[in-house]
């Protein structure tokens, strides 16, 4: 708007100049001012109309371009942490689901240790019934002692 404004005030002056010289600066008055002058300050009118237009155009629209842009932006960086929370959640959820795998795999692998050695103890004691109900000697050490 600045840049518009300095290449309007600009026109100006280089429009008065040709038409006076320096002279346009020496008059104070409008009474003074030659109708040459009065005439090209009317034709400049429409230059004036014209160029606060295309500024207050140029400007407004850069504005809304901006705001759309940074709107954009912000929409797409909230976008992003959403995508990247999701992912987090997820991998907190992995990492939660291995640990309780770990923690119900263990149980699973103790309770199945108990079993087998349960079942090793059964046996055990089943052959040692045998041998007594046979009267042999029975020599063989428990499970536990192996």
Known sequence: MLLLTALLVVSAIA???DHNGWDFLRSTGLGEAPGAMVRMGSSFAPLV???VTVMILVVEGGTMVADTFRRQLQERAREQGRAEGREQGREEGREQGREEGR???REEGQEQGRDEERTRWKEW???QRAAKLENRPFDEPPPGGE
């Open 15 to 17: 429009v008065l100049y």
């Open 49 to 51: 109309v014209v160029s």
């Open 103 to 105: 923690v119900q795999g």
């Open 125 to 127: 004691l089943d052959r």
